[in-house]
């Protein structure tokens, strides 16, 4: 039987209204709204819908786990710019109860190479997590289910990012030659200790509570309650009652974070000036978290280690938007043929033989000059701007 947030889906999925009433949680009894509206910005990806007030924004591509491609970007920015002028909050989340949002369509992009189309879809997304970082109405992020690569562009630089039970988060880029983006050079180095640069060299999956504890996402609510909190706070009276809001429906998780016990070994390790220092630290470390760290380490490309620990090193010390100036570059940079990103993508998404030949192969190899041509600026026609 569907939820009653899950009838509405299934209802602007399909037809065209001017006005649909907000359908209520049954656990509740929460008046409805009335007047509630809805747009269809694409056939079926993006749906986005508007109250007198409120402001939604439901990434609509179950079948692809809600994978976000250019022409879902551009509707999303769009509906942002405008509710942002108009509406009092923003909500987003993602169809079905797998996924958040799965990241970017990397398929494609390697598939088209450094062209102008994709080009564009870094230019917007990241456009898209700047304007997300300073928005000016609050903006809840209902992270349930995967979220990682564009998920995680289009929810950790909000002011509120709610997890469940069912939230699996995560950064996986070095796995495919690729680094992580969408400002991770700027929230990563802010986690704890040395917790963003273990994230984003190894790809670790933060499960349910973990999101929470690690200080990614800002609340965390049972997966059953989600229908209800989405309903009260579309039901909000007002937009500085939001905070008060999010804190009824939170719960201090039952488990306690996974990672805990190998803090101080993951600050230790990770404190080292160099991804060949840290993997030295880990070899002498000697226990059996340092040996599968290192093991896991020992499968990234090399150059998408080198990029991401100076990638977050500067980042550290630069603002949202001068870290997404930055991380742009790296993404042109990886669309060219002498970057790994096709063939990480070609080894784990496509052919999945789970074997890419990374060039260069190893850490000693990967020059200073092959380095730093992935951060040198762009010709100034082709410099990421923002307003």
Known sequence: MQNPIQRFVYTVSHQTYSHLPLLCCAATKTKTMANFNSTRLSSSSVLATESSNKGMIIINRPKALNAINLEMVRKIYKHLKKCEKSKSLMIIKGTGDKAFCAGGDVRALVDAGPTDESKSFFREEYTTNALIGNYKIPYIAIIDGITMGGGVGLSVHGKYR??????????PETAIGLFPDVGGSYFLPRLQGKLGL????????????????????????????????????????DADDVPELLQKFHTQPEKAFSLQPVLEQINKNFAASSVEGILENLKNDGSEWA???????????????????????LGSQLSLAQCLIMEYRLAVRHLEPRADFKEGVRALLIDKDQDPKWKPATLAEVTEEHLQWFFNKLPDTEELKFD
């Open 198 to 237: 273990y994230l984003g060299l190894t790809g670790y999956r933060l499960r349910g509570a973990d999101v929470f504890h690690s200080g990614i996402a800002t609340h965390y609510c049972d997966s059953s309650k989600i229908p209800e909190l989405e309903t009260a706070l579309l039901n909000c009276p």
């Open 291 to 313: 040996k599968k760290t290192l093991e896991m380490l020992c499968k990234m490309s090399p150059t998408s280690l080198k990029v991401t620990y100076r990638q977050l090193e």
């Open 162 to 171: 709610v997890a469940t039970d069912r939230t699996l988060f995560a950064m």
